[in-house]
């Protein structure tokens, strides 16, 4: 659920933060053992990433950040201001070593999200999450335990630009649009859950779905465990899958939609298509319902005082917040 929550600060310097960010100047704020230390400009990301250290958090403004020089190494969150609207935070290119324990990249415009075989991982948790990417891909075999994408929009999910992509360990997709699904060569499984897939690659091998909408572009190979209480179109496409459930099968699934032209994917009718645990196909549906709004607070409007009182400056900033 979204809160807004009006502030009244004194401080001049959250204030000053606040409209440098809103006026173009990049700011990346890292959260230290309770400490907020903020760096300025283009290279505001590298400079806080430097000092950060395993299981800090670094809040980034709106505007394009130079990449990183180097792959994430840390157990760390990097948390925009929004990958959707005009509003969004920008970085062109984000890669993580495999074998780091927990990442969490959040509210970002991206154009590609790599992981890099460097090490592996048996206890890693890999989170995405608000995120607008044209490719997330790997570098080749490695192993995590759980690789989870939520409420975000890919273009292309799969390997290296020569396509598929082999896993050791679990990755989950919920609520997301994937244009592109690319199904997992070997090693451990896709599960996919209240999503829009536009288009597949791979025959979805290794590829478990639930309570999403399928444009299925080519027909799906018998290696996907299942498909279940999912809109598959058009018609046909899933004749060698072995456990199907629940499906509802179509000419053309964008019927189903309020305005898909206009990308409005609510459903016409949400009482018509039901998912196994009871709530509504598709992306407004299951355990994360489809939100863009990041937990980095987003300002909604302000009020600045004109004068001080007794050396002090008023502000009320009213913000909102996705948990």
């Known amino acids: 659920m979204k809160k807004k929550v009006t502030l009244t600060l004194c401080v001049l310097l959250c204030a000053m933060t606040t409209l440098l960010a809103q006026g173009g100047i990049l700011t990346a704020t890292l959260v230290s053992n309770g400490t907020s230390t903020v760096y300025y400009g283009e290279p505001s990301l590298q400079n806080a990433y430097n000092a950060s250290q395993n299981g800090d958090v670094i809040y980034l403004s709106e505007g394009r950040f130079q990449n990183l020089n180097n792959n994430i190494e840390k157990s760390i969150s990097i948390i925009g201001a929004g990958g959707f609207n005009a509003i969004h935070t920008y970085i062109d290119r984000v890669s993580i070593s495999c074998g780091v324990d927990s990442i969490l990249i959040e509210g ?42 939520k409420n975000s929009s890919v273009e292309r999910l799969g390997g290296r630009d020569y396509g598929r992509y082999d896993i050791g360990g679990a990755m989950a997709v919920n609520n997301s649009i994937i244009n592109n699904l690319y199904g997992t060569s070997s090693g451990g499984e896709t599960f996919v859950s209240n999503s829009i897939i536009k288009g597949t690659s791979y025959g979805l091998a290794n590829t478990l779905l639930k309570n999403c909408i399928l444009f299925a572009n080519e027909n799906v190979s018998n290696t996907c465990p299942g498909i279940y209480n999912t809109i598959i179109a058009p018609i046909g496409k899933t004749e060698a899958v072995l456990m199907k459930e629940g499906n509802w099968e179509m000419e053309d699934a964008n019927t189903v939609f309020v305005d898909a032209v206009n990308e409005d994917y609510h459903l016409s009718d949400p009482t018509q298509y039901i998912g196994l645990d009871g709530t509504e196909v598709g992306i407004y549906g299951g355990v994360y319902p489809w939100s863009t709004t990041p937990s980095n607070p987003q300002i909604l409007s302000k009020k600045i005082a004109e004068t001080t009182v007794n050396g002090k400056l008023q502000v009320e900033i009213t913000v909102e917040a996705q948990p």
Do not use: M, W
């Open 108 to 149: 970002i415009n991206t154009h590609s999200i790599y992981i890099i075989r460097n090490g592996n991982s048996t206890n890693s948790t890999y989170t995405i999450s608000k995120c607008r990417i044209s490719v997330i891909g790997y570098d080749a075999i490695f192993i995590f335990q759980k690789l989870e994408i």
